[in-house]
């Protein structure tokens, strides 16, 4: 399996570049366009002596030197313009070109005219609308790393998890600080049933600010989260290699899953596959848990952090998936299309990669922008995917959950710029308006309104 691709990378502040040229005159900036490509090897292909890698399937990325241009940002739209560092050409072979389509405040779009190719790659780079400050804290007077986010379904709040224990509320409207959630000790993971790594879980009054419960028994930081349902229970799981499933009413334990190796587990995703039963047990003599509630037909998906990503029916209590990644998996969605149930997975070695849950003998895809760790994924409207990039880029994929055809194929279509180069450790959609809000490692939250091709 190969999927060779064309990327392009943007000079990550080119708006304040064309905000400051427009006095000076001069709005230029850089764009790449490059190749790359992941396929997995045959087996006699390589040989390693690290245990590890033995289980884990050998892929290869391919990549080309990619082509440098000096992009004029008020340059006349449709303008082709040449690299200015142009990568080793056979005879004969043409060079790329780029160009500027469109372009408002906030985005451009960019085509990439590939030699020998018919179609042209089309990107939009989209600077943020507004970008949010966190306070410096008390003590240290170092502004925090921000670890995640996530929008309430009113879309009145963003709620933001960092360093420190920091959590604190944002006025989706206003874009100010609305309140801080104390208690946590150290760094909050998830939000708003938070999650923290000193072991507990917490749950939160949004009115007051005050903590209504605490959640306690793992013995590990937590990684993640999810809710079931309405939320009378939810999920974690921890480094301790464990996820629990919890009574929110009762704060108790109800269930517990483990794994033969004892990874930490780094990322939770739930699939409801009562429609499809692709992995769901048709029937159980299981009886719920009396706290337990919404969890039939409910599929638990891990990723660990040594490659492997297991599937647990939480109402049969059973296994019903094990799968093998690239690299350590540090994020993971599911979703279901009109034609089948998929599983995204993203790997600390940059590698996308889906899976079709009723045939995972082997991916239905294998995508790379770069081998920054993907840290966060995200399924968004119009059949559209979100990652979150260790290198500072939050892309958005098309064409990955439909079907994969020659005129439609996978591909990134919108990239959000802003970060020089600090991960962004996690994105959110606005469910209504489709707002997406990111938070970096530099301590800002940032907000997009997203345009797409």
Known sequence: MEARQFYMQLQPDWQTLAVEGETAGEQQCWIDVYERGVRLRDDDSSSSSDA???VLPKVRVESATSAHFELDLNAAL???????SPPFLEQGQQQHLVAITKRENQWIEVHAHIADREQPVRTIFQAPTATMHSQKRAGTGAIPQLHTVDVSMDEKFVAVGGADGLCTLWDALDRTEAMELSGHLLDVTRVLLTGSLDFTLRIWSVESGKCAAILKGHRGGVEDIAILGKGRNVMSSSSDGLIHLWSCGTQDVIAKWGNDAHSAVR?????DDSSTKALVETSTSNEPHELEAETDGKIVFAGLDNGEILGVDIRAREAVLNLQGTASVFSCAAATTESKPLLLTGSEDGILTAWDLRNT????QLLSRSSAPINRIVCGNRDTVWTAHGDGGCSNWSHVLGENTHTNVAGISTELTGPQYDPIRDVAIAPKTGRVFTVSRDGRLRD??????
């Open 52 to 54: 590890k890698d033995d």
């Open 78 to 84: 449709d303008q082709r313009i040449a690299p200015s």
């Open 267 to 271: 990322c939770l995703t739930v699939l």
């Open 361 to 364: 003998s082997t991916p239905l």
């Open 448 to 453: 997009y309104i997203p345009h797409f091709l």
